[in-house]
């Protein structure tokens, strides 16, 4: 399964960007969705998980209350808003994605998704 990952750019501190992340065709929806984020010389971590369904979420204690995940299948696509983004924000963003049976939450460690968006540049200045 192949993702694509948009959206990313340069913003100030305090502002904000959407990130959107598509899948091909019917498999969108079997699968449960993650954001993660790696920054120069440190490990990729988790920013936002989503199931399937979209009824269950879950955030990084870095990112809650200022970011929210969200999904549209419909669109295939899943999305990263980012509000009151800080200079600690700055790292290249990937989308994840697992195909979970429907009973299945959201996913937080990067060892449980399969397919992997190439990642967008998100760049927060001071």
């Known amino acids: 399964v192949q993702l694509q990952a948009s959206g990313g750019g340069l913003v100030q501190a305090g502002g904000s960007l959407r990130l959107s992340c598509a899948a091909p065709?019917?498999?969108?929806?079997?699968?449960?969705m993650g954001w993660f984020r790696q920054a120069p010389g440190k490990e990729r971590e988790f920013v936002a998980g989503i199931s399937r369904s979209g009824g269950s979420t879950g955030y990084a204690d870095s990112v809650k209350g200022r970011f929210s995940i969200s999904r549209d299948n419909a669109k295939n696509t899943v999305y990263l808003q980012m509000n009151s983004l800080k200079p600690e924000d700055t790292a290249v963003y990937y989308c994840?994605?697992?195909?979970?049976?429907?009973?299945?939450?959201?996913?937080?460690?990067?060892?449980?998704?399969?397919?992997w968006g190439q990642g967008t540049q998100v760049t927060v200045s001071s």
């Open positions: 065709g019917r498999t969108f929806s079997r699968l449960a």
């Open positions: 994840g994605g697992k195909s979970t049976i429907l009973s299945v939450g959201h996913l937080r460690t990067r060892d449980e998704y399969a397919y």
